[in-house]
């Protein structure tokens, strides 16, 4: 048996010339090899229930996108700052129906919602013709034998089309969020705030079924026949829910008298502690969405909050700790691929002197280095993230 392996090996050729992989990729190959990687969590409901039909995640997710799309950005590399450049005209009118914010919205907002980004690359010149933003439920990650994507395939209405990744640069720019547990796929906030959507949610529901009860808590009627001990017929136990359903239910049947026979007696039942703490709990579920989002709760107008001194300092918190990291991490990303199209190194990053929320904080920072007299013009070029200068660099 052994001889035969042997002559089989012989007979397949000499081994291939090994190349440089991860170490770890074939374990990770293993674990998905042949099959498509999904996502552990069906981002379709949950975009259902906490963006669609909740308001602090919908604002939560159109807050973040708006903002991280409006933040101006600039084109560089090592030695200069360039006004205008073909990626810079890319970005700005990436397609027919769409211009730079409204690309980098639909973006921003598939990361926030799902944990992933992808965009489509359109030509076949150096540097794509178009950019499409692809919906991330749609799409599936193929992996190859060494654990890294061979394909992509995007699925509509039961049709696909794969997109090859190999030699070249990828047609697909894939962002994802850091996931602890998945190795294809990114985690979103909205997945973290599931819990407190679904707490959010319910509260909401039954807030909305207390006013179609006129906005009171419920009682009970008690009927007592002439010896104490009767009970309702079928027809009168009938015709007493038809009434109640018809005259005194919904906000239009509000603080209407009601008119009670002979033998049956209202009792009413006041809230129960559980029941006033309804609200406290609405609020405190809203908040824990918008510490998911990295949103101060007071920019959402939740009550109860007083982290923040005052609205400017939550909104600089707000751009400093969510949207500049998503923005640089999606530009950076953006630049690293389109790069590989042009064969130059072409960094696209936020324009941190053009935010209006930071510009006290910048102002102080170019007092501060230019008042450096230890530091060279090219040191405190670097420190402002301004590339070098051609001349003079050291003066």
């Known amino acids: 048996m052994f001889d035969f392996l042997k002559r089989t090996a012989e007979a397949q050729g000499p081994a291939p010339a090994e190349t440089k992989a991860s170490a770890t990729g074939p374990v990770i190959a293993m674990h998905t090899s042949g099959r498509v990687a999904w996502s552990p969590r069906d981002v379709v409901s949950l975009t259902k229930t906490g963006f669609s039909g909740n308001p602090v995640g919908f604002r939560a997710v159109k807050m973040i996108a708006e903002a991280a799309a409006a933040v101006p950005v600039v084109c560089q590399d090592r030695t200069a700052r360039y006004d205008s450049h073909p990626i810079l005209s890319l970005i700005q009118r990436p397609n027919g129906a769409q211009g730079r914010a409204e690309l980098f919205e639909a973006l921003f907002g598939q990361i926030l919602l799902t944990g992933n980004g992808y965009l489509e690359a359109v030509g076949d010149g150096e540097l794509p013709v178009e950019l499409h933003v692809l919906r991330s439920d749609r799409m599936s990650l193929i992996p190859g034998a060494d654990g890294w994507p061979v394909g992509y395939e995007y699925n509509v209405s039961g049709r696909k089309h794969r997109f090859h990744v190999g030699e070249g640069p990828s047609p697909v720019c894939h962002i994802k969020s850091f996931h602890p547990q998945d190795d294809h796929y990114g985690f979103s906030p909205m997945q973290a705030a599931a819990t407190a959507i679904d707490v959010h949610n319910s509260a909401s529901s039954w807030s909305k079924a207390l006013l179609d009860n006129a906005a009171r808590p419920s009682g009970a009627i008690v009927y007592r026949g002439v010896d104490g001990q009767s009970q309702l017929s079928a027809d009168q136990y009938d015709r ?89 991490r999606v530009t950076g990303a953006i630049s690293d691929w389109l790069s590989d199209f042009t064969n130059d190194a072409i960094t696209l990053s936020p324009d941190l002197d053009q935010i209006a929320a930071l510009s006290a904080e910048r102002d102080a920072q170019w007092r501060r280095v230019g008042e450096a007299t230890f530091l060279t013009a090219g040191e405190k070029r670097r420190l402002l993230g301004l590339p070098a200068m051609e001349t003079g660099d050291e003066t």
Request: glycine share 8%; net charge negative; hydrophobic share 40%.
């Open 240 to 328: 007493l829910l038809t009434e109640m359903e018809t005259q005194h239910q919904g906000a239009r049947n509000a603080g209407r008298p009601m008119l009670l026979e002979g033998g049956l007696d209202w009792k009413p039942m006041g809230f129960s502690p559980s029941d006033m703490e309804f609200q406290k709990t609405k609020e405190a579920a809203a908040r824990e969405i918008a510490t998911a989002f990295g949103i101060p709760p007071m920019m959402l107008g939740i009550p109860g909050d007083a982290t923040y001194a005052n609205y400017q300092e939550a909104n600089r918190a707000f751009y400093r700790l969510t949207v500049l990291p998503l923005t640089t």
